[in-house]
């Protein structure tokens, strides 16, 4: 059993999102379905990436403004000792029980675990192997060509939320933006998410509007951070 992170330790994460925002998301990034006998090169990657999204950059640039405006305002700071003055809500306090959910565009392969989009290309990995004999060689089927795969077809957010309620949940948070990079809403900051791709559905706001019917409170939690950690592509997995 690993043992909690601190505060503390939880810092350099938060600042290191704040920093992310703009971060190259390899695992989807429109590139052709070409067989290569070589790796990529870094540059064009990047290039690639950078000129697909810049259509975005005025929209994240506001709201970069805005987020180190609301930093300078108050009432926290970007270390450990402001944060540790934070209260958590007398509700949180006394809620025994919620619901923390992983469901996403890994949901398609449903192998192993949500790290398929990294392990699947670890040539050692069981997902690796298995991507290989299901779907064929990641040169030709890439973790992208989930997307169109990915529906949402049966996803009912009222039955999920009333289930949530009646099990005695008091809080409900999904997984928005797990390390893939797609988002399972309909983002403004970029086309690679399920409001625009895939189900074309914002599943993020459809729940949120479900459970707070329900009198449930909603959370949403973005793993977004870990797609830039220096050992993501090393078996030495953080």
């Not at 090169?41 to 805005?66: F, H």
């Not at 959910?101 to 997902?127: C, K, T």
């Not at 099990?167 to 086309?191: C, M, Q, R, W």
Request: with cysteine.
């Amino acid at each position: 059993m690993k043992t909690p992170l601190t505060l503390s330790q939880l810092l350099p994460t938060a600042i290191l999102t704040r920093t992310l925002v703009l971060a190259t998301m390899l695992a989807v990034c429109n590139l052709p379905l070409v067989a290569q006998t070589t790796a990529p090169n870094p540059a064009s990657i990047e290039s690639a990436w950078q000129k697909a999204n810049s259509k975005y950059d005025g929209a994240r640039a506001a709201i970069l403004k805005d987020v180190d405006r609301q930093v300078q305002a108050g009432p926290f700071r970007a270390d450990g000792e402001s944060l540790q003055k934070y209260q958590a809500p007398e509700w949180y306090e006394d809620a025994k029980f919620g619901i923390f959910i992983h469901w996403g565009l890994y949901s398609v392969p449903a192998f192993a675990n949500e790290w398929y989009s990294r392990n699947m290309y670890q040539p050692d990995s069981p997902e690796f192997k298995h991507h290989v004999a299901t779907y064929g060689p990641q040169s030709k089927f890439g973790y992208k060509d989930f997307i169109p795969m990915f529906k949402a077809e049966h996803f009912n957010a009222g039955a999920w939320a009333r289930l949530f309620r009646e099990a005695g949940a008091k809080y409900v948070v999904p997984v928005a933006e797990h390390h893939d990079g797609f988002p399972i809403y309909n983002s403004n900051l970029t086309d690679w998410c399920a409001g625009k791709m895939g189900p074309k559905r914002d599943l993020v706001g459809e729940l949120a509007a479900a459970v707070r019917a329900e009198g449930l409170h909603f959370g949403a939690s973005s793993h977004r951070a870990e797609h830039g950690f220096p050992n993501l592509h090393h078996d030495d997995r953080p």
